[in-house]
């Protein structure tokens, strides 16, 4: 059986016990250390693959950051995790000043080329790479010289990212002559849940793309708010460019409102919108407990605190209210 060396065996410990190899490589051959380290890299053991993760952060090596950039695409969350927290803390180091635009140029490449269990696993850890992303695919996004396809990836690690600073470049995008980019800016911007962009979401309500429209539709419900509640309405009520399933998505939006403010919509959608009469009505009867029938006179006249106007027979007179007789079961 081969003997193994002390500095070899002191590195294993130390990456299978959590220590950090900060302390603990001081082999005397650091290319050894560092072989060991890239077959550690290559473990099936998703433990050793993070403890070497860690170490190579905590090595002061350009080599490092090759070896924590590729562990972003690992099929273990933990190790990409660590491989995040270990991007973080090296990024600005002298042997990892290119850690960001390395990092960027993996990420992008995973998300328009990896196959599919590559770039799921890169996008689960988006969110903690802002730090080290961010400023890189700004740079992307905003640069007219890079491909539609990059844009499009960097427009996308933005939203995931939370990174709010480039809300105005996103919803600038959302008008672009390029449908895919403002396809992706409209998914980005409403990744950040940004309330400041109420207006950019009335305007994509009525975008020519069928897309946009929808996720617009999405963005102003969970915004909420009264331009919202205006705009929904409008589109519940058919104005909506002959778009049924954007009237429906509006209608079921809806729901998220008060009562109050739901029944006049519901009333003008009984009014405007044939299609979607029946529904509004059997919301209308719900919510009030009342059932005035199927024209929206009765239903506005009791929304003002007007009673309802009798009904009247072909003379003219009025016809009394239809009170049923007592059912008499024979003895």
């Known amino acids: 059986m081969p003997m193994v060396s002390r500095d070899k065996l002191l590195i294993f410990v130390a990456l299978l016990t959590g220590w950090t190899l900060a302390g603990t490589i001081w082999a005397e051959d650091q ?34 950051v090759t070896h924590v950039v590729e562990a972003l695409g690992d099929p273990e969350l933990q190790v990409r995790q660590a491989a995040a927290q270990a991007l973080s803390a090296m990024t600005g180091r002298p042997h990892a000043v290119t850690a960001p635009e390395r990092a960027a140029n993996y990420v992008l490449n995973a998300l328009l080329q990896g196959p599919p269990e590559t770039r799921a696993a890169v996008e689960s850890v988006l969110p903690e790479l802002r730090n080290v992303l961010e400023q890189r695919m700004a740079a992307v996004f905003t640069a007219t010289q890079e491909s539609s396809l990059r844009r499009q990836a960097a427009a996308f690690c933005l939203g995931r990212m939370g990174s709010s600073k480039q809300a105005e470049a996103l919803a600038k995008e959302t008008a672009s002559a390029d449908l895919d980019l403002a396809r992706c800016c409209a998914e980005a911007l409403f990744n950040l849940h940004d309330r400041r962009f109420t207006e950019t979401w009335l305007g994509l309500a009525v ?61 003008e959608v009984m009014r405007r919108n044939p299609r979607l009469k029946p529904a509004a009505l059997e919301r209308l009867r719900l919510i009030t407990g009342l059932d ?40």
């Open 31 to 64: 290319a050894q250390a560092q072989d060991l380290l890239s077959s550690m890299s290559r473990s099936p053991e998703p433990a050793v693959r993070m403890r070497a993760v860690e170490a190579w952060g905590d090595t002061a090596s350009p080599a490092a």
């Open 207 to 267: 975008h020519a793309d069928a897309e946009i429209r929808a996720r617009a539709v999405q963005a102003l419900t969970e915004l909420g708010g009264a331009a919202a509640l205006g705009a929904l309405a409008r589109i519940a009520a058919g104005d909506s460019s002959g778009d049924l399933r954007l009237e429906d998505m509006a209608m079921e939006s809806l729901n998220t409102w008060p009562e109050r403010e739901r029944i006049p919509v519901l009333i």
């Open 292 to 331: 005035l029938g199927s024209d929206p006179t009765p239903w506005q006249r009791w929304l003002e605190g007007r009673p309802p106007e009798p009904i009247r027979d072909q003379n003219g007179d009025v016809v009394p209210p239809f009170v049923p007789m007592p059912l008499k079961i024979p003895q």
